[in-house]
């Protein structure tokens, strides 16, 4: 399974030394993954692809589906377990940051007001 660089890539370049294959080149300022040279860090001391470990970004970098169905299903499962980790705190998170940003808005426009 090789891996591909997506759009959502911030060229941050933290991918490109820890390669262990060197798949990773930059090419008029795009940053892509050589499909021949990428063995998904197969065969290497690490246990995860080391560019999606690293990337910063939202899906920078991605498996490289060649079947529609294969990456529907990924994503699928991606995002029922994101919904199932309880240690995750999703909605729990969610609800904070929105109550918070929602009790700013109503400071801002009782001062308005006022
Ligand atoms: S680590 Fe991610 S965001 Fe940074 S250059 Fe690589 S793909 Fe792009
Ligand atoms: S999966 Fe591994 S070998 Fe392939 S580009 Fe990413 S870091 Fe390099």
Redesign the pocket.
Known sequence: M??KITNKCISCDL?LP???????TVIDGQRL??SS?????TD?I?TV????AGCPSCDG?VKDHKDYWECWFDTYKKCVSKLNNNNDNYWERWFNCYSQKYSEQLEKKRQQVA
């Open positions: 090789t891996y991918c820890v390669c262990p294959t060197g798949a990773i993954i050589n040279v990428c063995n998904g860090c290497t690490y692809p080391q560019c999606v970098c």
